[in-house]
């Protein structure tokens, strides 16, 4: 189960392009809030497992190598539970 | 450039999972509405030249197998067009 206190402290690299408030920097970047956090976690998983190449996959996939299963809930969890913005 | 109208007829099969407005019908998919449409067009490109794995992409390559160019700039272009819900 992800805390979203626990995200929210973790996603200080995350902001660079996702944004402060989970909508992206760039248009080639996904905006990540209020997406759905089971879905951020397999997202999460498949590029640490390098199961998605093509765009930003080598970035996120050495953002992902260190995190751990719990940093990954967490992150989702957050990402989550940010009001989608337009 | 993709066309949102087009796209939004060309997306039966997608509201199947995605949901007829966009928000995912099960949370282990995501929501599309409101995302960035550069994303989604990489992101589908990305299903189709089979460069993502795991989860359900195998579906999604199945999905985009058939879709054109044009197909992926409308589908891209519907769903960005939709405002986020939470």
Chains 1, 2 share one sequence.
Do not use: W
């Amino acid at each position: 189960q992800g805390n979203s206190a626990d995200g929210q402290s973790k996603s200080a690299s995350c902001a660079a392009c996702h944004g402060a408030n989970g909508k992206a920097t760039n248009s080639i970047y996904p905006n990540l809030a209020g997406q759905n956090a089971e879905y951020l976690a397999l997202s999460l998983h498949a590029y640490k497992k390098g199961g998605r190449s093509g765009g930003q996959a080598g970035v996120m996939q050495a953002f992902t190598a260190s995190l751990s299963d719990q940093d990954i809930s967490d992150l989702a969890a957050y990402y989550a539970s940010l009001a989608p913005l337009k």
